[in-house]
């Protein structure tokens, strides 16, 4: 009730709308999923071809959408497990460190993208052979580096 109260007295204030790009942002939440979707993985493949973190982090911010970074973490766990050698798996864990270090993403995205991937991994695994031993490795590192908590790691999937 307190928030439709409050969304009232936004939306009533003279030029509310304005307050409330101010306040939520205008331009991520107007693009479809789909469209999302290509962009978070184009920012993906740029990074693995330059290996910029910064620009990868200015990238996804200027997608302006927090509440989906979730895709993101999910989409780079599945470039992993879908690699052939350490280059891709390295790079990634270097992204998503310091995407959690500079407070990009936060603990709820980061946690929704691992639990993505652990519910998809047997579909996954059917595609990608050793998938479940690779996911392991990246769920440990991760954790070694602290990207995710203990509970959060103890939640992946094996074999």
């Known amino acids: 009730r307190a928030a439709l109260d409050r969304a009232t007295v936004l ?13 939520w942002g205008s331009g991520g939440g107007q693009q479809s999923v789909k469209h999302l979707v290509k962009e978070i993985d184009m920012l993906l493949k740029e990074y693995l071809l330059s290996g910029d973190v910064l ?10 959408v927090p509440h989906f970074h979730h ?7 599945v470039m992993v497990l879908e690699s052939t050698g350490e280059k891709t798996f390295k790079m990634i864990l270097d992204l998503l460190k310091s995407l959690w270090r500079s407070s990009v993403i936060t603990v709820d995205q980061m946690k929704r993208g691992y639990e993505r991937v652990y519910r998809e991994i047997p579909d996954i695994n059917l595609d990608v052979p050793h998938s479940y031993s690779v996911l ?24």
């Open 71 to 77: 895709e993101l973490v999910y989409e780079a766990i």
């Open 136 to 159: 392991e490795r990246f769920v440990e590192e991760c954790f070694q580096a602290g990207i995710i908590s203990k509970p959060l790691r103890d939640l992946c999937p094996s074999r």
């Open 11 to 23: 939306l009533s204030v003279t030029k509310g709308g304005k307050r409330i790009d101010n306040v």
């Open 55 to 64: 620009e990868a982090e200015r990238c996804l911010q200027e997608l302006e």
